[in-house]
């Protein structure tokens, strides 16, 4: 029986993930940005494994259900990267407002953690801290688990992965893991974000889900051809967007501005992000350029999950696993386009125009 370690292993590995791409997205979503980032401590898995495996099942039964209808409506309704983002919103809403409730609460453990405890907080919500988590929600839990698939699996893209009783008994699970999660914050936490609040949220998300199925398919397509930017330039540009997420935050607290400075700030850096990546990475032969983009993206995160983690860092043996990962699609896309100035044919597997 081969190792992973020789071709044939790998190739057997290789042919077991390609046959469960839901699995694979699922170990995207939650997989990335809550075991990278120390949201969901590795260090349990030795300190308390019963209470890993327990919040790896809720974590599974929140952002598995999301990421695979959403790629389902963006499938369905064809549709672009566009009602992706929005749907990711209208997520976000449901994750931090309903089930955990943190949109609402000011002393949860991770508005304390963020230092925006107190700090936009009005009619009962937290807005600098909603408007900053919802959008990490969009990008880190929805939208890149997605591309990150069409990069593994590219004969998965366009293909619906749920059909006939799967859809129901997907909504059926987020249903159940939603509600579970409301009463363990009420039991444990204490804390209840009350029928206005709750109805308020509802009330958003079903404006965002109108909106995602509203908004034209190529609204977020790249204006060029072929890539204008290196990977690295993508990489840095990745990196930046989210230090600026973070920071736009901080410093406005800091400064005693406004909270509505703060928000602005977000929709300036993310804006500006935005533009300057669909001006730059191109529609075709242009891989390596999502790849070095997602890269760049994770790296704060990445540092932060170290940090939080550093007296039992078991989360760097996930950081390596990850960095592998990306190498192993760097190489796969090795004929890739690496920037203006390079232009060779190369067929089939380009990302989708709208990316």
């Known amino acids: ?8 292993g790998r190739g057997r590995l290789a042919a077991y993930f390609g046959a469960r791409p839901i699995l694979v997205l699922l170990l995207f979503s939650p ?3 809550e075991y990278l980032s120390g949201s969901s401590p590795l260090t349990n898995l030795v300190l308390n494994p019963p209470f890993f495996v327990f919040q790896v099942l809720l974590n599974a039964g929140l952002y598995g259900p999301g ?3 959403i790629r389902e409506a963006k499938i369905r309704w064809k549709k672009g990267w566009a009602t992706v983002l929005l749907l ?15 949109m609402f609460n000011p002393t949860s453990s991770p508005v304390v953690s963020s230092g925006l405890s107190g700090y936009g907080q009005y009619a009962g919500v937290n807005w600098v801290w909603a408007s900053q988590i919802d959008i990490i929600h969009a990008l880190f839990s929805i939208s890149v688990p997605i591309l990150l698939l069409d990069l593994t699996l590219p004969e998965t893209q366009g ?3 749920l059909s006939g009783r799967k859809i129901p008994l997907t909504f059926a699970i987020w249903g159940v893991d939603v509600v579970l999660l409301n009463i363990i914050v009420w039991k444990w936490a204490g804390f209840w974000a009350g029928v206005p609040s709750i109805i308020g949220a509802l009330l958003v998300i079903s404006l965002f889900i109108a909106a995602a199925r509203l908004v034209p398919r190529n609204l977020l397509a790249p204006r060029s051809d072929l890539p204008h930017s290196r990977p690295a330039v993508l990489a840095v540009v990745g990196f930046l967007f989210y ?3 973070v920071f736009s935050a901080a410093i406005s ?3 005693l501005l406004p909270p509505s400075v703060a928000i602005a700030g977000y929709l300036v850096v993310g804006a500006a992000a935005l533009l300057w990546v669909l001006w730059n990475i191109g529609r075709r032969q242009n891989e390596r350029q999502v790849v070095a983009l997602i890269g760049g993206l994770f790296i704060f995160i990445q540092l932060v999950g170290i940090v939080s983690q550093i007296t039992l860092p078991l989360v760097l043996g996930a950081d390596a696993a990850f960095l592998l990962f990306l190498r192993w699609l760097w190489k796969e896309y090795s004929g890739g386009n690496q920037g203006a100035e390079s232009e060779m044919p190369r067929d089939a597997s380009s990302l989708p125009a709208e990316v």
Do not use: D
């Not at 029986?1 to 044939?8: A, D, I, N, W």
């Open 1 to 8: 029986m081969g190792s992973t370690s020789t071709p044939e």
């Open 67 to 69: 990421v695979l209808l």
């Open 159 to 161: 293909r619906t992965l």
């Open 88 to 102: 990711g919103l209208a997520y976000g809403i449901l994750e931090e407002g309903i089930a955990l409730s943190t």
């Open 253 to 255: 607290k800091a400064q």
């Open 243 to 245: 230090l600026g997420l």
């Open 31 to 33: 997989g990335l940005v």
